[in-house]
């Protein structure tokens, strides 16, 4: 269940009601009247079914309440109520399986944000892979990718493409664009830094490496890897399990690739560094195909359950 704490003009109340007293997926309707002191108005709570939210905010929308007042939406964690289990099952779908539009936006704004968090977490992940590319250590590797920032942003780039809004875009573009050659540069620096300490060295990155050759070696499967943990991915972020989102990014190795690029740059290696831009490059455009594709069939799906919904 989700709760919705709504702030409605005095004049608008009355449609708002209606609108919740008619949807099956709405129960434990309350109304404050005059309550409400910035914006000015009445409070309307209701308890809505997740798989049901979707539309109830779409109405609410038509009325205008998102601009006259306000509309907030919480997760109810327990709700032990007859009423509350009827209005799930009045609802299509499951619950765990319904895809919040709103929420989805919310989630990703503040992940696809370029700021100095993203970035220091971006350049610490690069670090720490570059690290484990030396070392040919693959714990070191899979916790980079648990540390990289990087899902966020591709998110933002496939919710903007599938929702038709190239400002959220292009912002979300910018952690990739900005966020990857920084994070490159001062791993070159950290590396050349190492160097000069002789904690590292250039045999290090051109000796025998069977656990993370895969990095500077792209084919097929490194395609195939990145698409299914594309849709893993979106899927842990649009549906209420989102637990499953660190595991995905275990799957993809856009940080360790950054962080051979920028060894193999550190050490003049420019065949080594090609093979990790490629394989970089596949990862983010495998990640961002698979992401709007599941994007599309989950509204093509919902959209199809509301509508029949509406029609019984």
Same mark, same amino acid.
């Given at each position: 269940m989700l709760h919705l704490r709504l702030v409605v003009p005095p004049n608008t109340t009355g449609n708002v009601v209606d609108l919740l007293d008619r949807d099956a997926a709405a129960t434990n309707i309350i109304v404050l009247g005059g309550a409400a002191r910035s914006p000015a108005g009445d409070v309307v709570l209701a308890d809505v079914a997740r798989e049901g939210t979707n539309a109830v905010i779409s109405q609410l929308r038509d009325l205008g309440v998102d601009k006259s007042g306000s509309i907030a939406v919480e997760s109810v964690d327990i709700a032990v109520s007859q009423v509350a289990r009827d209005a799930e099952r009045a609802a299509p779908g499951e619950g765990s399986d319904a895809v919040i539009w709103e929420e989805v936006a919310s989630r990703t704004h503040d992940d696809a944000t370029l700021s100095v968090t993203y970035l220091l977490f971006l350049t610490i992940a690069t670090m720490i892979a570059a690290v484990g590319v030396l070392l040919d250590n693959p714990v070191l590797i899979v916790g980079s990718m648990v540390?990289?920032?990087?899902?966020?942003?591709? =998110? /933002?780039?496939?919710?903007? +493409? %599938? @929702? $038709?809004?190239?400002?959220?875009?292009?912002?979300?573009?910018?952690?990739?664009?900005?966020?990857f050659p920084i994070a490159i540069v001062a791993t070159v620096v950290f590396a050349w830094v190492?160097?000069?300490?002789?904690?590292?060295?250039?045999?290090?990155?051109?000796?025998?490496?069977?656990?993370?050759?895969?990095?500077?070696?792209?084919?097929?499967?490194?395609?195939?890897?990145?698409?299914?943990?594309?849709?893993?991915?979106?899927?842990?972020l649009t549906s209420a399990k989102s637990g499953a989102l660190v595991g995905v990014l275990i799957s993809v190795t856009t940080v360790p690739a950054a962080a051979n690029v920028a060894l193999a740059l550190a050490f003049g290696d420019v065949a080594e560094a090609r093979g990790s831009f490629?394989?970089?490059?596949?990862?983010?455009?495998?990640?961002?195909? =698979? /992401?709007?594709?599941?994007? +599309? %069939? @989950? $509204?093509y799906v919902w959209s199809r359950r509301e509508l029949e919904a509406r029609r019984s």
């Open positions: 540390v990289g920032p990087e899902f966020g942003p591709l =998110a /933002g780039i496939c919710l903007g +493409l %599938v @929702q $038709r809004r190239p400002r959220f875009a292009w912002r979300s573009a910018l952690g990739i664009i900005v966020g190492l160097d000069l300490w002789e904690i590292i060295n250039r045999e290090a990155l051109e000796g025998d490496r069977p656990l993370t050759a895969f990095i500077y070696q792209p084919d097929a499967l490194s395609w195939v890897v990145a698409f299914l943990a594309g849709i893993a991915g979106m899927l842990s490629v394989q970089l490059g596949i990862n983010l455009a495998s990640i961002v195909v =698979a /992401g709007c594709l599941t994007l +599309l %069939v @989950q $509204r």
